[in-house]
């Protein structure tokens, strides 16, 4: 950080988290599992409830002033998450369940139609299960191959063999801005400018990325950018898919229903236009309204003072866990988001995260729905931190500790 | 939540550092795969049983301490024992796992099995106990693979 940021007051943004201030196994809980989904905060929870107990009903529907009131609260969540990724229009916002099901229904939509026999789709070797199993799947049904960005062993991607990955058989890239097991910050902005220079539009995946960058669609060039509410301290089942106008206005329907249409006969069905076209049936209306609210809330916060604290955060716990006899973190990437993935000799991941989740320490211990990351580093699985805003560096003392005692145990 | 250290005794840590009857067993009469797709956990059970006795036993394959130490005392208790007396172990401890078998009040063969009754508590780690055992019950009906989603 070059520029000084006012810290954040993270004392009074804990109180906006009743979980961290409410005993758990008797102490207090220290959530260092922010990457797999983070708290919500109350101005988010209370926005939701006010609009479930005040203002709800079906939106796009009817002409009664409660149907257009909601339709007006839905609709300007829609302009927030424009605003929050830069992208031109509202248009080029399509709601959906989350990551996963963007990416589904790309694959299902801008896949089926432009991928055939002999293609290649071309994925990072850190990606999560959300951007493999999708493209698995077309690549099956349409005779395709998947090939695959390799990292090296600090988990960066090599990038110097990339202009031979991408020849005329490729139809699309995937890869994600930052890797949920890693950390790694993925230069994305001059992939898809290495993909553009041969005509291949890029996703990126990212899910870990809005919660600690800016990310502005327009600069990065994307061609389709996905994430989900849960993980920018949002609610679940809400998501959202931003794609390039031509790309989604050439894509066919995905799930046929009520709202996606123009008009419908026996005959023949007319759908509507982006983005109603993808957003079958009634949509996650609270949750929507839930995701504006959050990006509300971290937008006040200020992502610069985020990414400065948790910045901060990172390096303080990689100095503190590099200190532990035995530990070895995984994923040392020079460009990192606040994630931090290790292993312990001897120890299995599982049976860390039991122990420090006794300690009041939540955690993540797993393969992180990316297990082609665990077999090119040739581990079962990790133990993961990740941190947010809230966090402390006392939390950051409690996992310290959490991990001696576990030590100590397995002795 | 019981304290963990009641779960990760000494004998536990210590068929975790050194499981008994881990390795490859070939010929063998009966075999399976066990999963458990959650966390990766992966075993291999071969056995050889001859006129309804388990002659022998091993395992290979990755997990944390709860499934290893799990994998390991199953072997020990197991070889030597007839086909029968297997099953019935198979189910007298998923039934201490699942909390119908109160293995200080009710009769039962388990034995230093009882040493892994703390997991009941532990909800996120039963599969990582039972994953051995559900093993052991696929291979003796001789179904390859068991996974415990
Ligand atoms: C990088 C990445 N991609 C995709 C996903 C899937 O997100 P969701 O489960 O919200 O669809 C995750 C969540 O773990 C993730 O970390």
């Known amino acids: 950080m070059t520029t000084a940021v006012l810290p954040l007051d993270v004392p009074g943004i804990r109180r906006d988290f009743p979980a961290l201030t409410t005993p758990f196994h008797g102490k207090p809980l220290i959530y260092l599992d922010s990457a797999v989904s983070s708290l919500t905060p109350l101005p988010v929870v209370e926005r939701m409830s006010r609009y479930q107990s005040f203002e709800h009903t079906n939106v796009h529907r009817g002409v009664s002033t409660l149907s257009q009131e909601a339709t007006d609260r839905f609709e300007e969540a829609r302009e927030k998450v424009r605003a929050f990724i830069n992208a031109p229009s509202v248009k080029q916002i399509v709601w959906t369940r989350g990551t996963t099901e963007s990416i589904n ?4 939509t801008f896949g089926r139609r ?11 070797a850190m990606e999560h299960h959300a951007d493999i199993v999708p493209w698995q799947l ?5 005779g395709a191959t998947l090939r695959v960005i390799p990292m090296n062993d600090d988990g960066e991607l090599i990038l110097d063999g990339l202009d031979d990955l991408i020849n005329e058989r490729t139809r699309l890239v995937g890869v994600t801005h930052v890797s949920n097991v890693l950390g790694t910050i993925n230069p994305v902005k001059e992939i898809i400018a290495r993909a553009h220079a041969k005509g291949v539009p890029v996703l990126v995946d990212g899910a870990q990325a809005v919660p600690h960058l800016h990310v502005d669609v327009v600069d990065l060039d994307a061609d389709f950018y996905v994430f989900s509410g849960h993980k920018l301290s949002g609610p679940t089942g809400i998501g959202v898919l931003y794609g390039k106008r031509e790309l989604l206005e050439a894509m066919p329907p995905w799930h046929g229903g009520g709202s996606m249409i123009l008009s419908v006969t026996w005959e023949k069905t007319t759908y509507a ?3 109603a076209r993808f957003e079958a049936g009634t949509p996650p209306i609270a949750q929507a309204i839930g995701l504006g609210a959050a990006i509300d809330y971290v ?7 985020i990414a400065a604290h948790e910045h901060a955060l990172l390096a303080y716990a990689t100095e503190r866990l590099q200190a532990i006899p035995g530990l070895r973190i995984i994923g040392t990437a020079r460009e990192k988001a606040s994630v931090i993935s290790f292993v312990l000799d001897g120890i299995h991941p599982h049976d860390i995260g039991s122990i420090l989740d006794h300690e009041g320490v939540v955690v993540r211990a797993g393969h992180h729905c990316a297990q082609p990351v665990m077999t090119r580093f040739q581990i079962p699985a990790t133990t993961r931190a990740s941190f947010a805003y809230f966090n402390t560096r006392e939390d950051v003392d409690a996992l310290v500790s959490g991990i001696l005692k576990v030590q100590e145990i397995f002795q | 939540m019981s304290d963990p250290r009641e779960l990760y005794q000494q004998v536990i840590i210590e068929h975790n550092k050194k499981p008994r009857n881990f390795g490859d067993l070939e010929p063998c009469t009966h075999q399976a795969h066990g999963l458990n797709p959650l966390c990766g956990d992966d075993i291999v059970l071969k056995l050889v049983v001859e006129d309804g006795l388990v002659k022998d036993i091993r395992f290979q394959g990755h997990g944390c301490a709860i499934s290893k130490a799990s994998s390991s005392l199953m ?12 099953e019935v172990l198979v189910e007298q401890f998923r039934a201490m796992i699942r909390g119908t078998l109160d293995v200080e009040h009710q009769a039962h063969d388990l034995g230093r099995l009882t040493l892994f009754s703390g997991v009941k508590d532990l909800p996120s780690r039963v599969k990582c106990a039972v994953l051995p055992w559900a093993t052991l019950h696929s291979a003796l009906h001789g179904e390859d693979t068991t996974s415990t989603e």
């Open chain 1, 138 to 142: 077309l690549a099956e049904e349409r």
């Open chain 1, 273 to 275: 236009p982006v983005p």
């Open chain 1, 299 to 305: 937008t006040a916060l200020g992502l610069d003072r």
């Open chain 2, 75 to 86: 072997t020990v208790n197991v070889k030597g024992r007839t086909q029968a007396e297997a």
């Open chain 1, 105 to 108: 229904l790309v694959a299902q």
């Open chain 1, 114 to 124: 432009n991928v055939h026999a002999g293609d290649e789709i071309l994925l990072s």
